[in-house]
Nanobody, 127 residues
Framework: QVQLIESGGGLVQAGDSLRLSCAAS????????MGWFRQAPGTERELVAA???????????YYADSMKGRFIISRDKAKNTLYLQMNSLKPEDTAVYYC?????????????????WGQGTQVTVSS
C-alpha cells in the first residue's frame, strides 16, 4: 500500500521557520517526481516546489515563482523522504500542505499530474 505521510506542520508566528517532512512507503519513488502543494480555504491547490529525477542519483528542484527564495525543497533518496524548509513565513502561507508523487517525466506542476497524495499537514502563520 502506497503511503505518503506528512509531518512538521503547526502554528507559528510571522517570520518563523518550519520544516515539513514526507515519508514515502509502499513502493520505490526514486524515479518519481515528488513535490509539495498547498491549499488555503476557498483556493485551488497550488504547487509550492517539486523535485524531478534527471538520472543516476540526481534530482532537480523547481519552484513556483512566488515561492522562490524562502522555501527550499530537498530529498533523501535513501530514506525515501521529502522535505520542505520554509523560512520567513508570512500569514499568507497559511494552508494545508500536501506531499505528492508523480510518475510523469519532465516537471509535473499541476494537481492532475500527480498520482499519489498524502493527507496533508496544516501550517498556520499568525501575524
Amino acid at each position: 500500500q502506497v503511503q505518503l505521510i506528512e509531518s512538521g506542520g503547526g502554528l507559528v508566528q510571522a517570520g518563523d521557520s518550519l520544516r515539513l517532512s514526507c515519508a514515502a512507503s509502499g513502493r520505490a519513488f526514486s524515479t518519481y517526481a515528488m513535490g509539495w502543494f498547498r491549499q488555503a480555504p476557498g483556493t485551488e491547490r497550488e504547487l509550492v516546489a517539486a523535485t524531478n529525477w534527471i538520472g543516476a542519483s540526481t534530482y532537480r528542484a523547481y519552484y513556483a515563482d512566488s515561492m522562490k527564495g524562502r522555501f527550499i525543497i530537498s530529498r533523501d533518496k535513501a530514506k525515501n523522504t521529502l522535505y520542505l524548509q520554509m523560512n520567513s513565513l508570512k500569514p499568507e502561507d497559511t494552508a494545508v500542505y500536501y506531499c505528492a508523487a508523480s510518475s510523469r517525466s519532465g516537471t509535473p506542476s499541476v494537481r492532475n499530474e500527480y498520482d499519489y497524495w498524502g493527507q496533508g499537514t496544516q501550517v498556520t502563520v499568525s501575524s
